[in-house]
């Protein structure tokens, strides 16, 4: 899938821009706070119907401006899609796809598959456990529609128990039909999450060897309770405690997944740069296993990534994701040079793109 072209108005600092991609590779260059990041965004946002830091609707239009609109043209293997999507204060955003209004956003969801790298992921290391939740249930969500909906009906049913339990209720008979809930979607959940994970980690695996080229041993782990005992009976057993705490301590919303250098936590004890390697790895393997589920090359975000990187390890990813297998790229970076030097190095189809004050002008386009 290729993204043509991208016509912005009011999105956070982009005042109005018209922009043709090359259907490779797509610089962006600019100072700090110009709007690149706010650039990559807009194109997140046609693909998930939100912005990648979750930044608010109302504080997404420009300020002291009425409405945002985005309009993207794909060639999708062929065929045009033409998204567009309109937020107002205070109004239901619009999101059509081919002129015609959505009536659930989670419709679009996995329309438009994509992998954004960004500096806001090293939270994916450093953030509690909920943020590497959120990974794996994006990933899955975004191919699989039976996994979001026992995801909002897990936590429907969470919910309606920590209430109980907060209540301090001892009717038994509602926490067998909450736990019953829980065990039924917990248990679809759970075995999602460990089929992705046994996916990713031969990818990860590849590509972090591929970027470092085999100086650091890095690991990646799924961590579940339910791994051990069936969640009915765990939550049975835990009822009384979970009944002088207050909350449900069991089941797939205590999920982790572990992410290691040699045999301590990466968090701890990598540096600035083994972290972002072992991301970009780890980006890098859902891009692939995206690729290989759907029906096209979803397309890649690469934000400020090279900061901290030594020069082998840019060069190798700037290698890899020039591959045939990494469809559309775009990539941002402060610096025009930096980005020459990478363009130099290959015989790919490009654009470069200067972002200046919220205005993206072509220098060469594709
Ligand atoms: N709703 C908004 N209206 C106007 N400006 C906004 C809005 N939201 C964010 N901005 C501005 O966008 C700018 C940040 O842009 P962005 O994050 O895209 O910069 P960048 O070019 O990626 O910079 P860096 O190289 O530092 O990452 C900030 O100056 C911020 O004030």
């Known amino acids: 899938m290729v993204l043509k072209q991208l016509s912005i108005l009011n999105y956070k600092n982009i ?26 965004d807009a194109i997140y946002y046609l693909s998930f119907c939100k912005s990648h830091i979750n930044t608010p609707d109302s504080m997404i239009i420009r300020n002291n401006q009425d409405m945002c609109v985005l309009q993207g043209i794909y060639d999708y293997d062929g065929r045009t899609e033409e998204l567009f999507c309109g937020i107002r204060h205070k109004q239901r955003k619009q999101f059509k796809r081919n002129k015609k209004e959505y009536g659930k956003l989670s419709e679009h969801i996995g329309l438009l598959p994509l992998v954004m790298i960004s500096p806001a992921d090293t939270e994916l290391i450093q953030g509690g456990s909920e943020e590497r939740r959120r990974f794996m249930d994006l990933i899955i969500s975004q191919q699989d529609k039976n996994y979001l909906h026992a995801l909002i009906q897990y936590n429907k049913a969470l919910l309606q128990r920590n ?6 209720s001892r009717d038994t008979s509602l926490f067998e039909a909450l736990e019953m809930q829980l065990a039924m979607y917990g248990e679809q959940i759970f075995q999602k999450r460990k089929l992705l994970v046994e996916k990713l980690v031969p990818l990860f695996n590849q590509f972090h060897q591929q970027i470092c080229c085999s100086a650091e041993s890095v690991n990646l782990h799924y961590i579940s309770q339910l791994e051990e005992t069936p969640l009915e009976e765990k939550l049975r057993n835990t009822r009384e405690r979970d009944w002088v705490i207050g909350y449900t301590t069991s089941g797939i919303h205590k ?36 690729a290989q589920q759907g029906t096209t090359a979803p397309l890649l975000l690469l934000d400020d990534i090279f900061d901290k990187l030594d020069a082998e390890r840019v060069a ?25 030097k990478i363009l130099e190095t290959m015989n790919h189809d490009f654009a470069l793109f200067e972002v200046e004050q919220g205005c993206i002008k072509p220098l060469k386009e594709a």
């Open 15 to 40: 005042v109005q821009a018209e922009v043709d991609f090359s259907p490779k590779i797509n610089c962006f260059f600019g100072k700090n706070g110009m709007g690149k990041t706010n650039f990559m």
């Open 163 to 168: 209430t109980l339990l907060k209540e301090q």
């Open 255 to 290: 999920d982790e997944l572990e992410m290691k250098l040699d045999d301590a936590l990466i968090r701890r004890v990598g540096s600035q740069g083994q972290q972002k390697t072992y991301l970009i790895a780890l980006k890098l393997a859902q891009y692939s296993l995206l």
């Open 316 to 340: 190798q990813i700037i290698r890899l994701v020039s591959d045939e297998q990494f469809g559309q790229i775009f990539i941002t970076d402060t610096n025009r040079k930096y980005l020459d």
